[in-house]
């Protein structure tokens, strides 16, 4: 017979980042009791599917993804609200007004604002966090201090000029679309648009390695773009 001590679970279903945690040792009955919606049966489908990796309630398999980010993405798209609104949607979602997100315990983190919004106070305190990877998703929008102690610290960072070029590389596949005459379905579009993404991860990877400094892809990137335009100086005789 399995007997449970604590149920700790995290970004399931309707949960967010904020660890659910439930000690069942410290009395011989648990009580679990809220409002409608506020999670009670997630517990139980958590619990069911770290053991049978199945839920307890018949659900599909697109309704495993965090409802939080489908939430989020029709917020954005759709209706154009403003983000502290998933706190009122989510009880367990907390929203600080005014404040960088970039101070609360996470696994990875991703810029994708505006500017020099991860400064070195910032970067330090995701370090002291344990954040294991940080993927810029705007221009530079971490500080050169702040990109110093991220690499110092091992983390995998992806730099803007590599990780946010899924929009540039999107506006060429439309370009080629129209040069060609042609429009292609959404899944064309996104298959192409992941080849491109790998590609550019492997080019600033394998362009590290080559310089002895395998894993920055900060380097990798800027020597493989300089490498680009400088060859095409070249072929094109400016040089």
């Given amino acids: 017979m399995i007997i449970f001590k604590k149920i700790r679970y995290k970004n399931f279903l309707s949960t967010g980042n904020t660890p659910i945690e439930i000690d069942l040792d410290k009395s011989p009955t648990t009580l679990i009791i809220g409002k409608n919606g506020s999670g009670k049966s997630t517990l139980l489908d958590a619990l069911c599917w770290a053991l049978f990796n199945k839920p307890f309630r018949i659900i599909k398999k697109e309704q495993m993804i965090n409802l939080i980010g489908k ?65 810029e998703g705007a221009n530079m929008p971490s500080t050169k201090e702040a990109v110093d102690v ?59 390695a080559e310089f002895d400094q395998p894993g920055n892809l900060v380097l990798g990137a800027n020597i493989a773009a300089f490498r680009r335009v400088a060859d095409a100086m070249i072929e094109q005789g400016v040089v």
């Fill in 71 to 135: 939430f989020v993405k029709d917020l954005k798209e759709n209706k154009r609200g403003r983000i502290k609104e998933v706190a009122n949607k989510f009880p367990d979602v907390d929203f600080y007004e005014g404040k960088k997100p970039w101070g609360i315990e996470a696994d990875v983190a991703f810029p994708c604002a505006t500017q020099n919004e991860i400064e070195l106070s910032d970067a330090k305190d995701l370090v002291k966090n344990g954040v294991a990877t940080v993927c």
């Fill in 150 to 208: 991220l690499l110092a610290a091992k983390i995998a960072y992806g730099p803007g000029k590599a990780a946010n070029a899924g929009g540039v590389a999107t506006s060429q596949l439309e370009m080629a679309q129209n040069a060609s005459m042609q429009m292609w379905t959404f899944e064309e579009v996104d298959t192409k648009l992941q080849q491109i993404m790998k590609n550019i991860f492997d080019t600033a990877s394998n362009t590290a």
